[in-house]
């Protein structure tokens, strides 16, 4: 049975590489698609030619970039995101959850030394506030040591401990009401309960608070 949205919600998913995100974004995206939402799952960096220089830059190494440089090819692959993805899709009234969204680039470029809060608003200045962030939170030991063993890969320049310590310092920092902390280093099923309640509690204020 088809679920009717009285408008579209937006769920983003966070966290440091290897916190399962991805994963996890694909379950809950099946999930509420088996229950009758009408779901479009997305993610960032997008396919966009900004999103694959961004991509190309991670394999060999961003410090061909500054970090201004950086911040603004993020920037510009978000715009074309939201007008061809994001913002199509809230207008439709469906469900869309974002495997990372302008929080990385609050945490991952603020880690480069640029201002967190200035980023932050310079990014709600185009892109629509989502309706519930879940963040994934695992220590920079555990996903390093979860991309080795799962992936079979050596972490690059934004995986290593230091880098991700200060990244998971700002993710921390983050203080939205719609900003849910998850512990990601329990056992997978757990962490999926902890995030589908939050987006079940999500859908209920939608269909509760807004007019039909």
Do not use: C
Not at 63 to 68: E, F, K, N, Q, R
Not at 142 to 159: D, K, V
């Amino acid at each position: 049975m088809t679920q009717h949205l009285t408008h579209g919600l937006l769920i983003a998913i966070e966290g440091i590489d290897g916190s399962g995100k991805t994963t996890q974004a694909q379950r809950l995206a099946e999930h509420l698609t088996n229950q009758g939402y009408e779901v479009v799952l997305t993610h960032e960096p997008t396919d966009s030619p900004y999103g694959r220089k961004i991509r190309s830059l991670a394999q060999s190494g961003r410090s061909a970039l500054t970090a201004d440089q950086e911040l603004k090819l993020f920037v510009e692959d978000r715009k074309y995101h939201i007008a061809n993805v994001i913002a199509p899709a809230l207008e439709a009234k469906q469900i869309v959850i974002t495997d990372r969204y302008y929080f990385s680039t609050i945490a991952y470029q603020g880690a480069r030394g640029l201002d967190p809060s200035a980023i932050q608003q310079a990014n709600e200045a185009f892109a629509p506030r989502p309706d519930l962030v879940l963040y994934l939170n695992v220590s920079p030991e555990a996903g390093l040591e979860r991309i080795r063993q799962a992936r079979g890969e050596e972490p690059n320049l934004f995986e290593r401990a230091e880098m991700l310590r200060d990244i998971r310092s700002i993710f921390a920092s983050i203080d939205e009401l719609y900003f849910v902390e998850i512990d990601a280093e329990r056992n997978a099923d757990d962490v999926f309960k902890d995030m589908l309640s939050n987006a079940e509690y999500a859908l209920s204020y939608v269909h509760i608070h807004q007019p039909a």
